[in-house]
């Protein structure tokens, strides 16, 4: 089964399908949904369902002006992501059939289109997959290896890759009942009539699927299927309660999928949202095999910068963040019939925003359904939010055996791992699952065992330590291997993971040990300072409640902890905790739009909230009305922080856009830099310090950034995999962006903003740089109070150091440090420092900020300093000025009054 953008584009004679599928494809011809509508006698169906893939329409041309496009945005509202085409606008590409039928060529009499003006495709013209003609192989040749075929390796990325290597389905699992399927003599097949066929596809259920129907029975939810059904046509709004290995996330929306088909698709697809991009690609790809249909046709997923959707799929996978950005195409989310919220227990910023806009979606919508998945401590939550709305629990499975610990938690760290030591050593089989505090220590875990289980006895087996973190992507191979339960790893494996982590254990059976820390490290936002801080505190209840239940009754969950402590009841919410400027700028746009309001379950912090809307002031998002601007307008186009957004927009004017460009990608992707392991040598170390220092720009790490862009740009000629182990970089940090800067390119050309041509490394362009990062960032400006890098933040009073991987941070001795610089990021810690970090000049600082935003300032000695500045330059300027001598026009027309003279420039702020 292959993903569409492969289909195409197939050789013949590639081994992507078995024989009994390529028989079955034969005879797969589409029915035209104009005709399915008259069939069924409902004329009201749209003609286009939009999805995030398939083919769509280019759009109209804007107007290059800001004022014109921001309006164009306005009325048409599109996504920055591309989004989907408005409800009722035709698509390209496939249509978007509700079933498949056979047709009967021979009915055609040698004509094509057939009798009746039927808009049928012609199969023999462009097959939807490759019909292969190939001899049969013999049975006693093939390897399992054969068997287990490999068309998903080679599927929407490397997530695929696990789903083949765990059990793609075989030709065995297409072989038709004896009977099933005869020749009719002219090389057509007739299905007969014991085969069920797929009610999504319309082809008949391969051997697999029924092998996987078995397993999902046994799961939890299943129980609850007639009470979801009936709950579910009758009412818009449905909670769901259950734990993560009940089997909810992959069963549900299959059950969704059935009710939207019973439907005919009269109101939409359906769409299931998680927090996690891997998880949407992992659970995509389990249950398009659990549907027994084509990943990227049927059952899609949509990630940010990954989309595998066409206009055939019915059931979408995605992030939250992505829904969001979809609303801003669509703020109804009309083509959506049924939305599931999964995990709505992490209380993510864009899964609390859904819960609160899709309030108001109800009200405008009838015919929507929503049903909200989320752990069992959360259900009172949510009920008391959306009033009366049925809650159906899913059994949960016995509880396991827990063995508390009487220890501190300060040595929580040591103490998992050396009970990991002590499990192995007993030959106890089952994997293990660690929960650290951070990623830090997650990888400082990983280099600890893999050292100790080098010097383990070969008796004891291998022991496998895997880092999984979840915020970074990491790990996701690793847990896609075990879809298939009958996969079994070698050695014991160590999943070395964080709260972050705690629902994608969902698909592995292999787990019998449990080691809970009690204990995460969290970025809490402060915005009095402006600033994130590292606070290491306990977990919740309901955290330590889902990691006793991943291992069901049959492990042991060992929790460093006692069991008398305290533990608050919930997680807090990531909403007041996390700077909301972009959140804030978001809701401004669905004013727009036509939402009113937003009815949080928790509402955001009121300093806060204040501190976005002055932020987003400053940046000229906001007109004298409160209601976005503009440049307001057009900033919520970038899927990027308020201040990047602004900066770019600057770029436009100052003719510096590549550049920019590269700095947004590098500073959105993660961090590209790898530092060597702990227990590195300390050769290795200078080496990678003496790699970073070849990329070093004497403007700053702004520009050090654009260096390694351009240089990884390069690397593709050869060998960039190579380049970056030898450079010490990440080959996925910099793939990433890559993919972000491709995408912040398409959208300023959809809105028709000037880019202009690189020129990085001539003098007038590091100037004009700096001019467009300090229109976003002239919030985040500090100076050398005593030349010794002891840097003091104008903003919050803060004192800070400059990073010890910046540019300025290893020439420091040599060359000395600048005065006053700016900064990306700063993080309240142990070791206070800014990351980042470029030399401005004060007298560019004074012409970029706003002058409310100076004058807000509190007083300092450098605010002094800059108002020194700003009375010199007013007093040069005045200087300057030469009176004009007066000469009287011979002509009396030439009497009137002079107009108003145009700037030399027009900069946006």
């Avoid at 066929?197 to 129907?213: A, H, I, K, T, V």
Wanted: hydrophobic share 35%; glycine share 8%; charged share 20%.
């Amino acid at each position: 089964r292959r993903c569409p953008q492969f289909c195409a584009a197939a050789p013949m004679g590639s081994p992507g399908l078995c024989r009994s599928a390529q028989k079955k494809e034969a005879t797969r011809v589409p029915v035209c949904p104009a005709q399915r509508r008259a069939d069924s006698g409902d004329s009201g169906l749209r003609s286009g369902v939009s999805g995030s893939g398939g083919c769509t329409e280019p759009r109209p041309a804007r107007s290059s002006k800001l004022t014109a496009t921001a309006g164009k945005i306005r009325r048409t509202g599109a996504a920055s992501r591309g989004g989907a085409p408005q409800p009722g606008r035709l698509r390209a590409g496939r249509p978007r059939s509700v079933g498949w039928t056979r047709v009967d060529l021979r009915s055609c009499s040698g004509q094509w289109p057939p009798q009746g003006g039927l808009p049928i495709p012609d199969p023999c013209a462009a097959p939807r997959r490759a019909a292969l003609s190939v001899p049969d192989p013999d049975p006693d040749t093939l390897t399992p290896a054969h068997r287990r075929g490999g068309a998903l390796s080679a599927c929407c990325g490397s997530n695929a890759h696990n789903m083949a290597e765990s059990g793609a389905p075989s030709e065995e699992d297409y072989s038709f009942p004896s009977g099933g399927a005869e020749s009719d003599g002219d090389g057509g097949l007739d299905f007969g009539d014991d085969l069920e066929l797929n009610q999504f596809d319309g082809l008949p259920y391969s051997s697999r699927y029924y092998r996987l129907l078995k397993d999902r029975k046994s799961l939890a939810v299943w129980t609850a299927r007639p009470e979801f059904m009936d709950s579910l046509a009758q009412h818009q709004l449905l909670i769901v309660c259950g734990t993560a290995g009940s089997g909810r996330s992959s069963q549900i929306p299959q059950w969704c999928a059935e009710f939207s088909l019973s439907l005919q698709y009269q109101h939409g697809m359906v769409v299931c949202t998680q927090v996690h991009r891997q998880q949407a690609v992992a659970l995509s790809l389990r249950v398009a095999d659990e549907m027994d249909v084509n990943i990227g046709h049927e059952v899609g997923y949509s990630v940010p910068l990954e989309t595998c959707c066409s206009a055939d799929t019915v059931l979408r996978y995605c992030t939250d963040d992505v829904l969001l950005r979809d609303m801003m195409s669509d703020p109804l989310l009309e083509h959506y019939g049924v939305i599931v919220i999964d995990q709505a227990h992490e209380r993510t910023v864009s899964t609390d925003v859904l819960l609160g806009l899709l309030k108001d979606v109800l009200a405008q919508r009838p015919e929507l359904r929503v049903v909200v998945l989320a752990a069992p401590r959360t259900a009172d939550k949510l009920l008391a939010h959306y009033g009366t709305a049925p809650l159906i629990r899913l059994d949960s499975p016995g509880p396991a055996e827990v063995v508390y610990s009487n220890s501190s938690q300060t040595d929580y760290f040591y103490s998992a791992l050396r009970l990991v030591l002590e499990i192995h050593h007993t030959k106890e089989g089952g994997d293990i699952v660690v929960f650290l505090a951070s990623g830090q220590e997650i990888d400082c875990a990983h280099d600890i065992l893999r050292e100790e289980g080098a010097k383990l006895s070969p008796d004891l087996g291998e022991l496998v330590p895997v880092p999984l973190c979840p915020a970074q992507g990491a790990g996701v191979p690793s847990v896609g291997e075990d879809l298939d339960r009958n996969v079994k790893a070698p050695g014991r494996r160590v999943f070395l993971t964080t709260s972050q982590g705690e629902d994608l254990f969902w698909a592995i059976d292999t787990v019998n040990f449990v080691i809970d820390a009690g204990m995460e490290k969290r970025e809490v936002y402060n915005p009095r300072i402006r600033a994130n801080s590292l606070l290491v505190r306990p977990i919740s209840r309901s955290q330590a409640e889902i990691r006793k239940q991943i291992i069901g009754s049959t492990g042991k969950c060992f929790c460093l902890y006692p069991e008398e402590a305290r533990l608050p009841e919930e997680t807090p919410p990531h909403i007041l905790e996390s700077n909301i400027t972009s959140t804030v700028l978001f809701l401004k746009r669905m004013e727009i739009a036509g939402l009113g309001h937003c009815e949080f379950l928790d509402r955001p912090d009121p300093e806060g909230l204040m501190q976005a809307l002055e932020e987003l002031d400053y940046l000229a998002a906001l007109d004298d009305d409160g209601n976005l601007s503009e440049i307001g307008i057009i900033m919520s186009e970038f899927p990027l922080d308020p201040q990047m957004a602004k900066a770019l927009l600057a770029s436009c004017e100052f003719d510096c856009v590549s550049e920019v460009l590269t700095i947004a990608a590098m500073l959105t992707a993660p961090s590209c830099f790898l530092e060597p392991p702990r227990q590195a040598a300390l050769g290795s170390r200078r080496a990678a310090q003496y790699c970073y220092t070849k990329f070093q720009h004497p403007e700053g790490d702004h520009f050090a950034l654009v260096n390694i862009y351009n240089a990884y740009k390069q690397s593709q000629h050869s060998n960039p995999e190579q380049w970056c182990q030898d450079c010490f970089l990440s080959h996925a940090a910099l793939q990433t962006a890559d993919a972000i800067r491709s995408e912040l390119t398409d959208i300023l050309k959809r809105i028709e903003l000037p880019i202009s041509e690189p020129s990085f490394g001539t003098k007038g362009n590091a100037k004009n740089v700096k001019r467009a990062l300090l229109s976003g960032f002239f919030m985040q400006i500090a100076r050398d109070v005593d030349g010794s890098g002891n840097y003091f933040m104008l903003t919050h009073k803060h004192m800070a150091q400059v990073h010890p991987l910046s540019s300025y941070g290893s020439k420091a001795e040599k060359l000395g440090l600048p005065e006053w610089v700016l900064f990306h990021e700063y993080t309240l810690s142990e070791n206070n420092c800014i990351c980042t970090v470029s030399g401005i000049s004060p007298e560019v600082f004074i012409q970029m900020a706003p002058q409310y935003f100076f004058y807000n300032l509190p007083p300092s000695e450098s605010k002094e300093l800059l108002q020194h500045i700003i009375d010199h330059m007013t007093s040069a300027e005045r200087r300057s000025q030469k009176p004009e001598p007066i000469v009287l026009p011979s002509d009396p027309a030439d009497c009137q009054e002079p107009a108003n003279q145009p700037y030399e420039r027009c900069v946006v702020q």
